[in-house]
Each structure stands twice: as structure tokens, then as C-alpha cells.
């Protein structure tokens, strides 16, 4: 399989990407001290994204932002039961309940190269799944003490390649890690 | 108070200081690809260090090291209950029950200008009673998925600046950061 598969998210120090209820105000208020125009990588990454999968939070949260950020871009949430997908984008956002090594199979085969893997639970299944291939992280310099977090209980230990790490004038750290495939 | 209190560690890119055992092999074996020589600034931070406060169980598996690492450093064990501390380092270590905040005052009228707080539940003390003054956390390219947390809760978000990021080429990534104190 050559389809990559990335994580693209920004944490806390403490390793948290929401509040518990979901609630990221802390980076929108970090996120005013970024200059005009400076993305943190964001938009040259999306651009070489096939497809975005996402479970069903990280969706009915982006569905609340009002606006749909992803234009055309094809998305695949995650949900065991059905999902009713707005009007307005049901060309583009489809919902699965397929295995992930399906899932990317499929996808692959039907001709995604690079999937951006988003949300926690997503971004865990995933790594469990032996299915990542890096993962960007941006820490912000905060402390929440609780929250969701990004990374959960695994099986065992997983090496990771560090890639490059860039610190801006803001504050943020972002790292880029990639993941060993399993032999 | 002009006593400086800093945090000087390092932890799995998910945030763990140790295993649930306190078992740190990971570190080991990461730290087989550094350099002759290299010590991630350790050394250079300890010159500047008067006084190494520590809970009993960072103490306890420092002792299991065989030989005694802080030399003639004054070493303070924070213990409610009583410790037995070997011979050979009465002279430097001392044992305290005090209140977080009255133990600084203490340090520091008797002239100590900088601490250096290790182990996990000793900095998420100090963290919390807002003690702390600066964070220098090296993170170790691999997922644990369980351990000793360098964090844990807190009653509020605790603001931080970057003050500095430094990759090296053996994939640690080392961030600064100063602890704003509260007005």
C-alpha cells in the first residue's frame, strides 16, 4: 500500500486538542497572536491531501463552525450508525463504517495517495490500526490539565522518526514525526 | 521571591517521564543514539542549580542507581512520613514535610536562588501552588501509550511563553518555556 496517511493537529503542552466538551477556545485565543497569512504549513499540507477522514465528532463539531472549510475536498467520517450529511455536501462527505484497513484499501485503490487523518478517537484507531504514516504536531504554549487527548493507550511502544521541527516568532512548536511501518 | 524554580526533563512524545513501574528503559535505549558528550544542556542547567527538590519516589529509584549522581549538590526529598537516608549522603540530603510554599521561602532565605524540581508528582505540586518558574522538556521520538504523566490536572490554564526549541540530529527536541506568574 502506498497511500500515506497524516496527522496534521495542534495540542497543548500538556498533549490535549479540545477541552473535554470539545470546546478549543484556547487556540482560537492563541491563534490571534499568529501574523496574517502565516497558516503554520496548513494550506501547502491540504494541498496534497486526496481525503480526509474524520470520525463523527470532529464532524458534527466542524459542522458548527458554519461555513464547510473543506470545499471539494472528499471526506470520509467515521460512524457506525447513519449519519444524515447536510444538503450542501453530500457531493464531497461520505460516511463509512468500514474497517480501517478497508477503508484505506478502498480509498487506495481508488486512487488516494494521501489521507489526513483527523479527530482523536480517528487519529488513535488509526495508530492502533498500524495505519499512520507521520504525524505534524504544533504544541501551543498552554497547560489545560484536562481535556481530550490526542494520543490513547496503545499495545505497545511506537517508534517514531523525528523529521524537523520548526519554532515560530508566536510561540508554537511543530514537530513532524514519521512512524515506522510495521514489518 | 527571587528563587527561580525549574523543570528540567524528559518525556515520550505523549507525555510520559516513566512506565507505570517507573521504568524508563525507552529513555535508555533513546539515549544510545546520542553522541559522546552530548547532554542536552543537563550539565550547563546544574551549574546553575542550588538546591535539586525531589518527591520520595523519584529519590527512591535514584538510589537504585547504585551510585549517588548529584555529588555535593543539596538535594531536598519531599516526604510526609519519615525516610531513611543512606550514609554516604546525609551530608547533602535533607528530608521535608514543609508546605510547598514555605519550603521555597526557606531555600531561598538561606540562599538558594535556583531549584531544580523533578519527578512527577513533586512539579505538578509545585505547578500548582504556582511555583514554578520555567519548563525545559525534552521530547523523546516515541509513543509510550501509558506512564508516568509529566502532567496532570490543574485548577486553571496555566499561560506559557516559548522562550526556545533545539532538534538535534538524534531526534530529541528540546522546548523552554517560562511560566507566567500570577499577578
Keep these: 500500500m ?7 493537529i495542534a495540542t497543548s503542552l500538556d498533549g490535549f486538542i479540545s477541552r473535554l466538551d470539545g470546546n478549543i477556545d ?5 491563534n490571534t497572536a499568529v501574523p496574517n497569512g502565516e497558516d503554520c504549513g ?8 486526496d481525503v480526509i477522514v474524520m470520525g463523527r465528532n470532529t464532524f458534527e463539531q466542524v459542522l458548527t463552525f458554519g461555513e464547510w472549510p473543506y470545499e471539494d475536498k472528499q471526506v470520509v467520517v467515521l460512524s457506525r450508525k447513519g449519519l444524515v450529511v447536510p444538503d450542501g455536501i453530500r457531493k464531497t462527505v461520505s460516511v463509512s463504517s468500514e474497517v480501517l484497513e478497508l477503508l484505506v ?9 494521501h489521507l489526513y487523518v483527523d479527530g482523536g478517537q480517528t487519529i488513535q484507531s488509526f495508530l492502533s490500526a498500524g495505519l499512520l504514516s507521520d504525524l505534524t504536531i ?8 484536562t481535556g481530550k487527548p490526542l494520543f490513547g493507550s496503545i499495545k505497545s511502544d511506537v517508534v517514531l522518526t523525528h523529521l524537523s521541527t520548526q519554532a515560530y516568532t508566536f510561540g508554537f512548536v511543530q514537530s513532524k514525526y514519521r512512524i515506522a511501518k510495521d514489518a
Excluded: H, N
Design 42 to 49: 496548513y494550506k501547502a499540507f491540504m494541498e496534497t491531501v
Design 105 to 113: 484499501e478502498r480509498l487506495s485503490s481508488e486512487g488516494a495517495q
Design 26 to 30: 484556547w487556540l482560537d485565543q492563541a
Design 138 to 145: 504544533t504544541v501551543i504554549p498552554i497547560l489545560l490539565g
Design 2 to 8: 502506498t497511500t500515506k496517511a497524516s496527522v496534521f
